[in-house]
């Protein structure tokens, strides 16, 4: 497979070692020439010098035949740039790296559905350790065919559960309002900007994504987009 990363961060770099190691293939877009005659040195992959957030530089890394496009600088704003080019140039899949909570609900209006917020992820997982609690036993409890699904209610969605109308085999199990924890059954009131959480069939992935173009979540990390 191909990768293509925006930004020569230390988590590029980290997972750049990773995919080099497991034999795929990683281009690096970077606007520090000397950054890159740095890591040149150490990563056998292919290197362009540019700024990652023009459709430009993004076309000399052959989006048709790229896999992944990682947006991971220290800027969201040219993160977010960045996935939105690289939608529109048809990249496969788009992942965007954001650390400022404001602009996930922004990412998801913007079709940005694969986003990451490593601190969030990170201080979770040490909080979640601290307390004695294994986030891989509630992975394991989403087997089989379920999955769970995420999105952000707009003004139609604000109403009951019950009249969201799900598809079979689909419930609402939860939701944060303004990034606070809720249990919801069918007779929980939503509210505009109520994040929602869906466990549903992956049958039904295709219309509640094209629904509200929403991303799949991390089982056990339910709510949070890591």
């Known amino acids: 497979m191909k990768a293509v990363f925006v930004g020569s961060s230390s988590l590029t770099v980290t997972t750049t070692r990773l995919l080099l190691k497991r034999g ?4 690096i877009v970077e606007q520090d020439k000397a950054r890159i005659e740095s890591l040149a040195d150490e990563l056998a992959c292919g290197f362009v010098q540019g700024d990652g957030s023009k459709p430009a530089i993004l076309r000399e890394t052959d989006p048709d035949h790229t896999d992944f496009l990682f947006c991971l600088t220290d800027n969201d704003q040219t993160n977010i740039i960045a996935g939105m080019v690289g939608h529109s140039l ?12 404001e602009f996930e609900h922004i990412c998801l209006e913007l ?6 917020r490593p601190a969030l992820t990170i201080g979770r997982y040490l909080a979640d350790m601290l307390e004695g609690q294994d986030l891989l036993e509630l992975t394991a409890m989403i087997k089989d065919e379920a999955r769970v699904v995420s999105f952000v209610a707009q003004a139609p969605d604000a109403g009951p559960v019950s009249a969201l109308q799900l598809p079979e085999d689909s419930r609402v199990i939860c939701l944060y309002r303004k990034e606070k924890f809720m249990l919801a059954d069918e007779t929980t009131e ?3 900007d109520d ?3 869906v466990l549903t069939h992956r049958r039904n992935l295709a219309d509640l994504q094209a629904r ?3 991303p799949e979540t991390t089982p056990g990390e339910a709510g949070v987009h890591p």
Request: glycine content about 6%; charged content about 30%.
């Open 24 to 27: 795929h293939e990683v281009v």
């Open 90 to 101: 048809g990249f496969a899949r788009v992942v965007t790296k954001i650390e400022d909570p």
């Open 111 to 116: 079709g940005l559905k694969d986003m990451i």
């Open 190 to 192: 939503l509210k505009e």
């Open 195 to 197: 994040e929602v959480v």
């Open 212 to 214: 509200w173009a929403m």
